[in-house]
Nanobody, 115 residues
Framework: QVQLVESGGGLVQPGGSLRLSCAAS????????MGWYRQAPGKQRELVAG???????NYADSVKGRFTISRDNAKKTVYLQMNSLIPEDTAVYYC?????????WGQGTQVTVYS
């Protein structure tokens, strides 16, 4: 049984920062891609950032230059450093990990950017 446990969400003012963490546990041989999606109220879930096991990253255009994704393969953990947050970043953030042959999801963590 694979589990992804997220932490680090919360309330922050515009311009502030948060760091999300997601740790994978369970019977895991190797994790390929890890990353983050988000879903705002009334909107579809969208990719925020992803990172491969070799460290290659990709970002949504809306977060480039503000968010940084990283991972610690030994700890089976992925991080999302979010800087210069804006109200449009308000959403539930979901961690994912592709562990062959399927993807796994975390339970979600709320990020609210308020004025």
């Amino acid at each position: 049984q694979v589990q992804l446990v997220e932490s680090g969400g919360g309330l922050v003012q515009p311009g502030g920062s948060l760091r999300l963490s997601c740790a994978a546990s369970g019977s895991i041989s190797s994790i390929y891609t890890m990353g983050w999606y988000r879903q705002a109220p009334g909107k579809q879930r969208e990719l925020v950032a992803g990172i491969t096991s070799s460290g290659r990253t990709n970002y949504a255009d809306s977060v480039k230059g503000r968010f940084t994704i990283s991972r610690d393969n030994a700890k089976k953990t992925v991080y999302l450093q979010m800087n210069s947050l804006i109200p449009e970043d308000t959403a539930v953030y979901y961690c994912y990990a592709f562990i062959s042959p399927r993807a796994y999801w975390g339970q979600g963590t709320q990020v609210t950017v308020y004025s």
